[in-house]
């Protein structure tokens, strides 16, 4: 019998993620690359922000960068609801926001959709490309890439160190 595995929390339930599109805009900046531009913006600022924030607050940090007029953010925002990076809820008769992942679960989600998407390529040709990519940028990441392997492998056999 196989000992028992603790959930990994890298994963998240399917009845709760958020719906992203399967299209990936690889000359896009950080979240843009799977949002729009202006919605990672809108996200970023409730993060920023905290929760729960009101749609006109979210729009008064959207603004100090980048024009948009205050319907346009609540647009946004009610997107966002709608794929689930956010909730809703009244507070006193105004609408607030808040995310429903953290900006690190967030981004691990994402980053695991991602991985799961190119290694429909072939695994082996995919890894290579990242080990490259990392020596390049990085070098150091290439120890920190060594890290989670070890520890992947601990815990797919049996110990208890989460990667």
Known sequence: ?????????????PARSPRLQ???RLSADG??????????RVLKAVWRLGE????????EVVVREHAVAPLTV???????VDKQ????R????????????????FMAHVSRRVAEGILAFEP??????????????????????ERLIQAARRQRDGGAETP
């Open 22 to 24: 399967d299209t990936i």
């Open 52 to 59: 729960p924030v009101p749609a006109r607050a979210v729009h």
């Open 124 to 145: 082996a040709r995919v890894a290579a490309s990242v080990i490259d990519v990392m020596a390049e940028r990085d070098p150091a990441q290439l120890d920190e890439l």
């Open 31 to 40: 979240l843009a690359k799977v949002l729009g531009d202006l919605e990672a």
């Open 1 to 13: 019998m196989s000992p028992a595995r603790r959930p990994d929390p890298r994963r998240s339930d």
């Open 85 to 88: 990076v956010l909730e809703r």
């Open 74 to 80: 609540t647009t946004v925002l009610n997107k966002l």
């Open 90 to 105: 009244k507070v006193r008769d105004l609408l607030h926001y808040r995310a429903r992942m953290t900006e690190d679960a």
